[in-house]
């Protein structure tokens, strides 16, 4: 069975601090893709990242960063000095080899970053 | 280039209506899917397509349908509109079919139903 699970509903911090976003993931599948979106108030998704199953490592886009873990089944996301301006959901998905452009959603997390 | 776009942007409907909802991909994509976005399931795919044909469809009651027209361009409609079908429809477009590439969302359409 497919599932994403983003333990963490709300994360409220202050600015310039260092926040992690956690994702776990199940999947049967050897050949999987996993996806981050930041959704912000005014509600459209946006892409972050894509990762295949095949590629462990981890990557760095200016404040932005990703671990993924297979032996934990995780994907998690890390926002270093966090601003303002990334307060926002911020869903973690799946897409399975055969399932085309099928992607399983987490529950989301919302940030909240204060002044 | 231009992004996702959908019509309309918000709609108030009445139960047992139906409703039709518009989606234009970006310029040169070819596979469009659809999303149901509500707070009690969150996001949830109802179905993608790709050269006028569905190549996946989720777990919703036929109510929903879609199609894609040839100009990739695609609408979704629900039947016998229902209280729970109150939600943000949300499409994105992808220049793959049939791999994880990434997709562009568009802004969605919020449908009320009454």
């Given amino acids: 069975a497919q599932k994403v699970t983003q333990a963490q509903t709300e994360i409220s911090v202050v600015e310039k601090e260092d926040v992690t976003l956690d994702c776990v993931y199940e999947t049967r599948d050897t050949t999987y893709y996993l996806f981050w979106y930041k959704q912000p108030p005014s509600g459209e998704l946006v892409f972050l990242i894509r990762r295949n199953s095949f590629d462990e490592q981890n990557e760095i886009s200016g404040r932005y960063s990703w671990n993924f873990q297979k032996s934990t089944s995780s994907f998690n996301f890390t926002i270093t000095a966090s601003q303002v301006v990334d307060s926002a959901v911020y869903f973690c998905a799946l897409s399975e080899r055969n399932q085309g452009g099928k992607l399983i959603f987490g529950q989301g997390t919302e940030l909240s970053v204060k002044p | ?114």
Wanted: overall charge positive; some cysteine; glycine content about 12%.
């Fill in chain 2, 1 to 114: 280039k231009a992004g996702v776009t959908q019509t309309p942007r918000y709609l108030i409907k009445t139960r047992g209506q139906q409703v039709t909802l518009s989606c234009s991909p970006i310029s040169g994509h070819r596979s469009v899917s659809w999303y149901q976005q509500t707070p009690g399931q969150g996001l949830q795919f109802l179905f993608e397509y790709f050269s006028e044909t569905q190549r996946n469809k989720g777990n919703f009651p036929g109510r929903f349908s879609g199609r894609q027209f040839s100009n990739s361009r695609s609408e979704m409609n629900v039947s016998t509109l229902e209280l729970g079908d109150s939600a943000l429809y949300l499409c994105a477009s992808s220049p793959l079919a049939g791999g994880p590439g990434e997709q562009y969302f568009g802004p969605g359409t919020r449908l009320t139903v009454t």
